[in-house]
Protein backbone atom coordinates (compact mmCIF):
# COMPACT_ATOMS: atom_id res chain seq x y z
CA UNK A 1 0.00 0.00 0.00
CA UNK A 2 1.81 3.47 -1.17
CA UNK A 3 0.67 5.78 1.80
CA UNK A 4 2.13 9.12 -0.47
CA UNK A 5 -1.10 8.18 -2.79
CA UNK A 6 -3.14 9.85 -0.24
CA UNK A 7 -1.26 13.03 -0.86
CA UNK A 8 -0.73 12.75 -4.64
CA UNK A 9 -4.41 12.00 -4.96
CA UNK A 10 -5.60 15.36 -2.69
CA UNK A 11 -2.88 17.56 -3.97
CA UNK A 12 -4.12 17.20 -7.86
CA UNK A 13 -7.00 18.85 -7.12
CA UNK A 14 -6.73 21.26 -3.64
CA UNK A 15 -5.07 24.58 -3.58
CA UNK A 16 -2.89 23.62 -0.49
CA UNK A 17 0.83 25.22 -0.87
CA UNK A 18 3.58 22.84 -1.57
CA UNK A 19 5.66 23.74 1.66
CA UNK A 20 2.77 23.39 3.97
CA UNK A 21 2.11 19.84 2.15
CA UNK A 22 5.68 18.97 2.21
CA UNK A 23 5.58 19.92 5.84
CA UNK A 24 2.09 17.93 6.92
CA UNK A 25 4.30 14.83 5.42
CA UNK A 26 7.51 14.76 6.75
CA UNK A 27 5.78 15.63 10.26
CA UNK A 28 3.14 12.32 9.80
CA UNK A 29 6.38 9.93 8.31
CA UNK A 30 8.46 11.16 11.14
CA UNK A 31 6.15 10.34 13.71
CA UNK A 32 5.65 6.76 12.04
CA UNK A 33 9.69 6.62 12.44
CA UNK A 34 9.38 8.00 16.32
CA UNK A 35 7.01 4.99 17.40
CA UNK A 36 9.22 2.57 15.61
CA UNK A 37 12.68 3.87 16.80
CA UNK A 38 11.59 5.57 19.73
CA UNK A 39 13.49 8.55 17.64
CA UNK A 40 13.98 10.37 14.40
CA UNK A 41 16.92 12.21 14.98
CA UNK A 42 19.16 10.29 12.76
CA UNK A 43 16.68 9.86 10.14
CA UNK A 44 16.15 12.05 6.76
CA UNK A 45 12.93 12.53 4.97
CA UNK A 46 12.97 13.69 1.47
CA UNK A 47 9.07 13.81 -0.14
CA UNK A 48 9.25 14.82 -3.91
CA UNK A 49 6.17 17.46 -4.34
CA UNK A 50 5.75 16.56 -8.19
CA UNK A 51 5.44 13.13 -8.34
CA UNK A 52 4.50 12.06 -4.54
CA UNK A 53 8.06 10.05 -4.36
CA UNK A 54 8.86 9.42 -0.71
CA UNK A 55 12.78 8.25 0.78
CA UNK A 56 13.42 7.42 4.01
CA UNK A 57 16.99 7.50 5.15
CA UNK A 58 18.58 6.16 8.36
CA UNK A 59 22.00 8.08 8.85
CA UNK A 60 24.46 6.12 11.68
CA UNK A 61 28.22 6.54 12.25
CA UNK A 62 30.17 3.58 11.55
CA UNK A 63 32.35 2.10 14.52
CA UNK A 64 34.39 -0.89 14.86
CA UNK A 65 32.29 -4.24 15.77
CA UNK A 66 31.43 -4.84 19.42
CA UNK A 67 32.18 -0.61 19.78
CA UNK A 68 28.33 -0.12 19.13
CA UNK A 69 27.22 2.13 22.41
CA UNK A 70 24.32 3.84 20.71
CA UNK A 71 21.88 1.83 18.27
CA UNK A 72 20.50 5.06 17.15
CA UNK A 73 23.14 6.83 16.12
CA UNK A 74 25.86 3.61 15.44
CA UNK A 75 25.80 0.79 13.28
CA UNK A 76 28.85 -1.89 13.58
CA UNK A 77 31.19 -2.16 10.71
CA UNK A 78 29.94 -5.57 9.43
CA UNK A 79 26.47 -4.65 9.09
CA UNK A 80 27.43 -1.69 7.40
CA UNK A 81 29.30 -3.41 5.04
CA UNK A 82 25.72 -5.80 4.84
CA UNK A 83 24.37 -3.00 3.32
CA UNK A 84 26.86 -1.59 0.73
CA UNK A 85 30.88 -3.12 0.89
CA UNK A 86 31.88 0.13 0.08
CA UNK A 87 31.48 1.58 3.52
CA UNK A 88 34.77 1.97 6.07
CA UNK A 89 35.02 2.72 9.90
CA UNK A 90 34.35 5.86 10.62
CA UNK A 91 32.39 7.24 7.21
CA UNK A 92 28.06 7.44 7.71
CA UNK A 93 26.33 4.86 7.01
CA UNK A 94 23.12 5.49 4.93
CA UNK A 95 20.07 2.69 4.77
CA UNK A 96 16.87 3.69 3.21
CA UNK A 97 14.04 2.44 4.56
CA UNK A 98 10.60 0.98 3.02
CA UNK A 99 7.14 1.75 4.37
CA UNK A 100 6.92 -2.09 4.33
CA UNK A 101 9.62 -1.61 6.97
CA UNK A 102 6.97 -0.41 9.61
CA UNK A 103 4.46 -2.91 9.43
CA UNK A 104 0.75 -3.18 7.68
CA UNK A 105 -1.11 -1.54 10.52
CA UNK A 106 1.36 0.97 11.58
CA UNK A 107 1.23 2.22 7.34
CA UNK A 108 -2.78 2.23 8.50
CA UNK A 109 -2.67 4.33 11.18
CA UNK A 110 -0.53 6.68 9.33
CA UNK A 111 -2.63 6.95 6.19
CA UNK A 112 -5.42 8.02 8.65
CA UNK A 113 -3.31 10.84 9.67
CA UNK A 114 -2.33 11.98 6.90
CA UNK A 115 -6.18 12.35 5.36
CA UNK A 116 -7.17 13.49 8.26
CA UNK A 117 -4.25 16.54 8.16
CA UNK A 118 -4.94 16.91 4.97
CA UNK A 119 -8.68 17.52 5.56
CA UNK A 120 -8.00 19.98 8.22
CA UNK A 121 -5.56 21.88 5.78
CA UNK A 122 -8.68 21.73 2.93
CA UNK A 123 -10.76 22.67 5.08
CA UNK A 124 -8.96 25.97 6.67
CA UNK A 125 -7.84 26.85 2.93
CA UNK A 126 -11.53 26.86 2.17
CA UNK A 127 -12.29 29.15 4.91
CA UNK A 128 -10.02 31.84 4.33
CA UNK A 129 -10.62 31.79 0.70
CA UNK A 130 -14.34 32.45 1.87
CA UNK A 131 -13.35 34.92 4.38
CA UNK A 132 -11.59 37.45 1.75
CA UNK A 133 -14.77 36.49 -0.53
CA UNK A 134 -17.27 38.04 2.23
CA UNK A 135 -19.89 40.93 0.74
CA UNK A 136 -18.78 39.76 -2.67
CA UNK A 137 -21.56 38.08 -5.68
CA UNK A 138 -21.05 34.58 -6.23
CA UNK A 139 -22.67 32.56 -9.20
CA UNK A 140 -23.80 29.13 -8.60
CA UNK A 141 -26.07 26.08 -9.29
CA UNK A 142 -28.91 24.73 -7.56
CA UNK A 143 -27.15 21.35 -6.31
CA UNK A 144 -30.37 20.19 -3.55
CA UNK A 145 -33.61 22.10 -2.02
CA UNK A 146 -34.40 21.63 1.40
CA UNK A 147 -37.17 23.26 3.67
CA UNK A 148 -35.01 26.08 5.30
CA UNK A 149 -32.38 26.34 2.76
CA UNK A 150 -30.98 25.98 -0.91
CA UNK A 151 -27.85 24.81 -1.12
CA UNK A 152 -25.65 26.58 -3.94
CA UNK A 153 -22.93 24.91 -6.04
CA UNK A 154 -20.22 27.66 -6.28
CA UNK A 155 -19.52 27.88 -10.11
CA UNK A 156 -15.63 28.52 -9.77
CA UNK A 157 -14.66 26.50 -6.73
CA UNK A 158 -17.30 23.71 -6.88
CA UNK A 159 -17.62 24.19 -3.16
CA UNK A 160 -21.36 23.61 -1.73
CA UNK A 161 -22.78 26.71 -0.11
CA UNK A 162 -26.23 27.72 2.15
CA UNK A 163 -28.44 29.78 0.91
CA UNK A 164 -30.86 29.83 3.95
CA UNK A 165 -34.77 30.61 3.01
CA UNK A 166 -34.39 33.75 5.08
CA UNK A 167 -32.03 34.94 3.02
CA UNK A 168 -34.01 34.83 -0.06
CA UNK A 169 -36.17 37.33 -1.83
CA UNK A 170 -40.05 37.22 -0.99
CA UNK A 171 -40.48 36.00 -4.38
CA UNK A 172 -37.44 33.65 -4.90
CA UNK A 173 -38.78 29.95 -6.42
CA UNK A 174 -35.60 27.93 -7.45
CA UNK A 175 -35.24 24.62 -9.18
CA UNK A 176 -32.43 22.13 -9.11
CA UNK A 177 -30.23 23.37 -12.01
CA UNK A 178 -30.97 26.97 -11.64
CA UNK A 179 -28.29 29.41 -11.49
CA UNK A 180 -28.52 31.90 -9.02
CA UNK A 181 -26.68 34.97 -7.55
CA UNK A 182 -26.20 36.12 -3.93
CA UNK A 183 -23.46 37.76 -1.87
CA UNK A 184 -21.43 35.59 0.70
CA UNK A 185 -22.81 37.23 3.99
CA UNK A 186 -20.58 35.43 6.11
CA UNK A 187 -18.09 32.21 7.06
CA UNK A 188 -18.56 30.44 10.05
CA UNK A 189 -17.00 27.34 11.56
CA UNK A 190 -19.30 24.23 12.34
CA UNK A 191 -18.17 21.32 14.03
CA UNK A 192 -14.71 21.75 12.63
CA UNK A 193 -16.12 22.46 8.91
CA UNK A 194 -16.37 26.22 7.27
CA UNK A 195 -20.22 27.12 6.57
CA UNK A 196 -20.60 29.27 4.03
CA UNK A 197 -24.00 31.33 3.91
CA UNK A 198 -24.96 33.33 1.49
CA UNK A 199 -27.81 36.37 0.89
CA UNK A 200 -30.19 38.01 -1.49
CA UNK A 201 -31.26 40.06 0.70
CA UNK A 202 -28.65 41.86 2.53
CA UNK A 203 -28.19 45.70 1.09
CA UNK A 204 -24.51 44.80 0.35
CA UNK A 205 -26.22 42.47 -2.56
CA UNK A 206 -28.20 45.32 -3.79
CA UNK A 207 -25.06 47.34 -3.76
CA UNK A 208 -22.81 45.05 -5.72
CA UNK A 209 -25.31 44.72 -8.33
CA UNK A 210 -25.11 48.44 -8.75
CA UNK A 211 -21.55 47.98 -9.06
CA UNK A 212 -21.76 45.73 -11.89
CA UNK A 213 -24.38 47.97 -13.65
CA UNK A 214 -22.91 51.62 -13.22
CA UNK A 215 -19.31 52.18 -14.05
CA UNK A 216 -19.13 55.27 -12.40
CA UNK A 217 -19.81 53.65 -8.93
CA UNK A 218 -17.13 50.79 -9.70
CA UNK A 219 -14.95 53.81 -11.08
CA UNK A 220 -15.66 55.73 -7.51
CA UNK A 221 -16.98 58.55 -8.98
CA UNK A 222 -20.16 57.80 -7.86
CA UNK A 223 -20.71 56.94 -3.74
CA UNK A 224 -23.21 54.73 -2.69
CA UNK A 225 -23.93 56.48 0.76
CA UNK A 226 -26.72 54.14 2.42
CA UNK A 227 -29.11 51.10 1.30
CA UNK A 228 -32.31 50.25 3.06
CA UNK A 229 -34.41 47.34 1.74
CA UNK A 230 -38.01 45.72 2.18
CA UNK A 231 -36.63 42.70 -0.03
CA UNK A 232 -38.58 42.00 -2.94
CA UNK A 233 -40.94 45.01 -2.22
CA UNK A 234 -38.98 48.33 -1.87
CA UNK A 235 -35.69 49.63 -1.46
CA UNK A 236 -33.83 52.92 -1.22
CA UNK A 237 -30.66 53.99 -2.54
CA UNK A 238 -28.44 57.71 -1.26
CA UNK A 239 -26.11 57.83 -4.00
CA UNK A 240 -23.51 60.91 -3.98
CA UNK A 241 -21.01 62.21 -7.01
CA UNK A 242 -17.81 63.59 -6.42
CA UNK A 243 -17.68 65.60 -10.36
CA UNK A 244 -20.19 68.42 -10.31
CA UNK A 245 -20.52 66.92 -13.57
CA UNK A 246 -22.05 63.41 -13.43
CA UNK A 247 -26.15 63.44 -12.12
CA UNK A 248 -25.69 60.71 -9.97
CA UNK A 249 -29.47 59.53 -9.81
CA UNK A 250 -29.30 59.50 -13.76
CA UNK A 251 -26.24 57.64 -14.41
CA UNK A 252 -27.68 54.75 -11.70
CA UNK A 253 -30.72 54.62 -13.41
CA UNK A 254 -29.47 55.24 -16.87
CA UNK A 255 -30.83 55.70 -20.56
CA UNK A 256 -34.48 54.83 -19.91
CA UNK A 257 -33.92 52.97 -16.74
CA UNK A 258 -31.23 50.91 -18.86
CA UNK A 259 -28.74 50.05 -15.91
CA UNK A 260 -31.81 50.19 -13.04
CA UNK A 261 -34.03 47.87 -15.25
CA UNK A 262 -31.46 44.65 -15.16
CA UNK A 263 -31.10 44.84 -11.18
CA UNK A 264 -34.99 44.98 -10.81
CA UNK A 265 -35.84 42.02 -12.55
CA UNK A 266 -32.84 40.36 -10.09
CA UNK A 267 -34.47 41.24 -7.13
CA UNK A 268 -37.93 40.04 -8.24
CA UNK A 269 -39.69 43.72 -9.29
CA UNK A 270 -38.07 45.14 -5.95
CA UNK A 271 -39.04 48.84 -6.40
CA UNK A 272 -35.59 50.92 -6.03
CA UNK A 273 -35.63 54.44 -5.65
CA UNK A 274 -32.47 56.41 -5.93
CA UNK A 275 -31.75 59.24 -3.69
CA UNK A 276 -29.28 62.37 -4.16
CA UNK A 277 -27.37 62.58 -0.85
CA UNK A 278 -27.18 65.93 0.95
CA UNK A 279 -26.48 67.19 4.01
CA UNK A 280 -29.41 68.92 4.41
CA UNK A 281 -31.16 66.79 6.78
CA UNK A 282 -34.33 68.85 5.21
CA UNK A 283 -34.13 68.35 1.93
CA UNK A 284 -32.74 64.75 2.64
CA UNK A 285 -35.74 63.79 3.91
CA UNK A 286 -37.55 65.38 1.48
CA UNK A 287 -36.04 63.38 -1.04
CA UNK A 288 -36.17 60.15 0.53
CA UNK A 289 -40.06 60.06 0.74
CA UNK A 290 -39.88 59.79 -3.17
CA UNK A 291 -42.21 59.63 -5.25
CA UNK A 292 -44.16 61.84 -3.14
CA UNK A 293 -44.38 66.01 -2.80
CA UNK A 294 -43.48 67.63 0.18
CA UNK A 295 -45.13 70.61 0.79
CA UNK A 296 -43.33 71.89 4.00
CA UNK A 297 -41.22 70.04 7.04
CA UNK A 298 -40.44 70.74 10.50
CA UNK A 299 -37.67 69.05 12.16
CA UNK A 300 -36.85 68.60 15.45
CA UNK A 301 -32.79 67.52 15.22
CA UNK A 302 -32.06 66.78 18.87
CA UNK A 303 -35.46 64.07 19.34
CA UNK A 304 -34.14 63.35 15.72
CA UNK A 305 -37.75 64.06 14.43
CA UNK A 306 -39.47 65.13 11.44
CA UNK A 307 -43.24 66.61 10.84
CA UNK A 308 -43.50 66.28 7.04
CA UNK A 309 -46.70 67.79 5.44
CA UNK A 310 -48.13 67.07 2.13
CA UNK A 311 -51.39 67.54 -0.11
CA UNK A 312 -53.71 64.84 0.30
CA UNK A 313 -53.09 62.95 -2.80
CA UNK A 314 -49.57 62.82 -1.99
CA UNK A 315 -49.85 61.49 1.70
CA UNK A 316 -50.28 57.76 0.44
CA UNK A 317 -47.54 58.07 -1.71
CA UNK A 318 -44.90 59.48 1.03
CA UNK A 319 -46.56 56.05 3.46
CA UNK A 320 -46.64 53.91 0.74
CA UNK A 321 -48.01 50.12 0.41
CA UNK A 322 -48.01 48.95 3.90
CA UNK A 323 -46.05 51.53 4.81
CA UNK A 324 -42.97 50.85 3.13
CA UNK A 325 -42.32 54.26 1.57
CA UNK A 326 -42.02 56.01 5.26
CA UNK A 327 -40.81 53.32 6.71
CA UNK A 328 -37.72 52.96 4.59
CA UNK A 329 -37.34 56.63 4.44
CA UNK A 330 -36.93 57.03 8.20
CA UNK A 331 -33.90 54.36 7.93
CA UNK A 332 -32.09 55.74 5.42
CA UNK A 333 -32.41 59.38 6.72
CA UNK A 334 -32.32 58.13 10.58
CA UNK A 335 -35.13 60.11 11.33
CA UNK A 336 -38.83 59.48 12.69
CA UNK A 337 -40.99 61.17 10.00
CA UNK A 338 -44.36 61.89 11.03
CA UNK A 339 -47.10 62.47 8.01
CA UNK A 340 -49.43 65.31 7.85
CA UNK A 341 -51.79 66.50 5.55
CA UNK A 342 -51.87 69.92 4.58
CA UNK A 343 -54.17 72.78 5.44
CA UNK A 344 -54.97 74.09 1.85
CA UNK A 345 -56.79 76.86 3.26
CA UNK A 346 -53.54 78.34 5.20
CA UNK A 347 -50.97 76.87 3.84
CA UNK A 348 -49.28 78.53 0.78
CA UNK A 349 -48.15 76.48 -2.67
CA UNK A 350 -44.59 76.29 -3.58
CA UNK A 351 -43.94 78.05 -6.88
CA UNK A 352 -41.35 76.45 -9.51
CA UNK A 353 -38.16 78.39 -10.10
CA UNK A 354 -39.03 78.79 -13.91
CA UNK A 355 -42.06 81.29 -12.37
CA UNK A 356 -38.74 83.50 -11.25
CA UNK A 357 -37.08 83.92 -14.85
CA UNK A 358 -38.36 87.85 -15.21
CA UNK A 359 -36.37 88.57 -11.96
CA UNK A 360 -33.68 85.89 -11.50
CA UNK A 361 -30.83 85.23 -14.62
CA UNK A 362 -31.38 81.97 -16.28
CA UNK A 363 -28.14 81.10 -15.17
CA UNK A 364 -28.58 81.40 -11.64
CA UNK A 365 -32.10 78.85 -11.57
CA UNK A 366 -29.92 76.53 -13.67
CA UNK A 367 -27.01 76.87 -10.92
CA UNK A 368 -30.14 76.11 -7.99
CA UNK A 369 -31.48 72.92 -9.88
CA UNK A 370 -27.94 71.84 -10.02
CA UNK A 371 -27.69 71.72 -6.09
CA UNK A 372 -31.26 70.31 -5.65
CA UNK A 373 -33.32 72.87 -5.19
CA UNK A 374 -36.06 73.70 -8.08
CA UNK A 375 -38.70 75.28 -6.31
CA UNK A 376 -38.80 78.67 -3.98
CA UNK A 377 -39.36 76.70 -0.95
CA UNK A 378 -36.70 74.18 -0.98
CA UNK A 379 -34.15 77.20 -1.54
CA UNK A 380 -35.92 78.96 1.51
CA UNK A 381 -35.55 75.57 3.09
CA UNK A 382 -31.60 76.39 3.11
CA UNK A 383 -30.20 78.95 5.33
CA UNK A 384 -28.06 81.56 3.74
CA UNK A 385 -24.30 80.45 4.50
CA UNK A 386 -25.48 76.56 3.42
CA UNK A 387 -26.83 78.27 -0.14
CA UNK A 388 -23.39 80.42 -0.49
CA UNK A 389 -21.40 77.27 0.18
CA UNK A 390 -22.93 74.99 -2.28
CA UNK A 391 -24.02 77.15 -4.78
CA UNK A 392 -21.00 78.97 -5.22
CA UNK A 393 -22.42 81.78 -5.82
CA UNK A 394 -21.76 85.85 -5.03
CA UNK A 395 -23.37 86.92 -0.99
CA UNK A 396 -24.91 89.59 -2.88
CA UNK A 397 -26.55 87.26 -5.29
CA UNK A 398 -27.84 84.89 -2.44
CA UNK A 399 -29.29 87.84 -0.78
CA UNK A 400 -31.37 89.22 -4.20
CA UNK A 401 -32.37 85.42 -4.12
CA UNK A 402 -33.62 85.37 -0.56
CA UNK A 403 -35.15 88.55 -0.36
CA UNK A 404 -36.92 88.03 -4.23
CA UNK A 405 -38.27 84.58 -3.32
CA UNK A 406 -39.57 85.47 -0.01
CA UNK A 407 -41.44 88.34 -1.52
CA UNK A 408 -43.49 85.92 -3.48
CA UNK A 409 -45.08 84.46 0.12
CA UNK A 410 -44.77 87.81 1.74
CA UNK A 411 -47.64 89.41 -0.89
CA UNK A 412 -49.61 85.92 -0.02
Not at 72 to 89: H, N
Not at 203 to 230: A, C, H, W, Y
Not at 303 to 323: C, E, H, M, N, T
Not at 391 to 399: A, G, R, V
Amino acid sequence: MNLVESFSEFKAGKNIDRPTMVRVLEDVFRTLIRKKYGSDENFDVIVNTHNGDLEMWRVRQIVPDGEVTDELSQISFTEAKAIDDAYEVGEECYQQLTLEDFGRRSIMAARQTLVSRIMDLEKDDIYKRYMDRVDQIIIGEVSQIMKKEVLIVDDTTQNELILPRTEMIKGDFFRKGDMVRAIIKRVEMRNGSPIVILSRTDGTFLERLMEQEVPEIEDGIISVKKIVRLPGERAKVAVESYDDRIDPVGACVGMKGSRIHGIVRELKNENIDIVNYTNNISLYIQRSLTPAKVTNINIDEKAKRASVYLKPDQVSLAIGKSGSNIKLASKLTGYEIDVFRDNIDTEIEDVDLDEFADEIEGWIIDTLKEIGCDTAKSVLALDREELIRRSDLEEETIDDILRILASEFDDE
